[in-house]
């Protein structure tokens, strides 16, 4: 069985996405749990392509190859993951602040944190402070993670630091920011909770905040 698995993690290395769906159907159909295949396969393989990424061995195409046929194996498993009741590692409410369209560095940011296996709420961009704290009450968020591209809007990031810190329900939700101009600095002179300075170390963090 662990073979199955083994090969699901290869095949998603690979972003070969029609392979993955049919390794991940015979592994349904051999009787492997939901949670057997998206632990041991989907994301196992999508923490290889992560710690790659780091260590700057793949790069932005290769994840989002890799990250589509994760989602292609995770169509198959969804149905299942609800019937069982399949556990969410935590939930992220995520977006570009106020005043910035940029979306490639939050996609990357999206893709490795579903790969950790967190259930992300995307705003999309030009998302102003308030709607991250709105969109954390209604989905129980345990993070909301900021990005900025641009130097003009990365006070935005200290709005939504502020707002969480005035509104109770929040006490426990975390801030993490990062994009291009943010620093470690930035992060402690607003008091946010994390910074981090790509995509996979955000992913890594994340989970760490919510196990």
């Known amino acids: 069985m662990s ?22 159907s015979r592994a349904i159909a051999e009787g492997l749990s939901a949670g057997e295949i998206l632990n041991g396969g989907l994301l196992a393989g999508m923490g290889v392509i992560g710690e790659k990424f780091k260590a700057n061995k793949v790069y932005i195409p290769e994840v989002m190859i890799a990250a589509r046929a994760m989602n292609a194996g995770l169509e198959l498993l969804k149905p299942l993951l609800a019937e069982s009741g399949g556990e969410v590692r935590g ?20 893709m490795m944190l579903e ?72 992060c402690d002179e607003i008091g946010a909770d994390s910074y981090t300075p790509d995509a996979a170390t955000c992913a890594e963090v994340a989970l760490g905040f919510c196990s």
């Not at 570009?96 to 979306?103: A, E, L, M, P």
């Open 3 to 24: 073979q199955l698995l083994d090969e699901i993690s290869r095949l998603l290395q690979q972003g070969r996405a029609p392979a993955v769906k049919e390794t991940v």
């Open 91 to 110: 939930t992220v409410v995520l977006g570009t602040v106020k005043g910035d369209r940029h979306d490639i560095g939050k996609n990357l940011v999206k």
């Open 115 to 186: 790969g950790k296996g967190l259930r992300v709420i995307d705003l999309g961009v030009d998302v102003p402070a308030a709607k991250y704290i709105s969109a954390a009450e209604q989905n129980g968020a345990d993070i909301i993670a900021c990005s900025a591209l641009l130097t003009t809007t990365m006070n935005e990031m200290r709005a939504v630091v502020a707002l969480r810190n005035g509104t109770p329900a929040l006490g426990g939700v975390k801030v993490m920011i990062g994009g291009a101009p943010v620093t470690q600095a930035f």
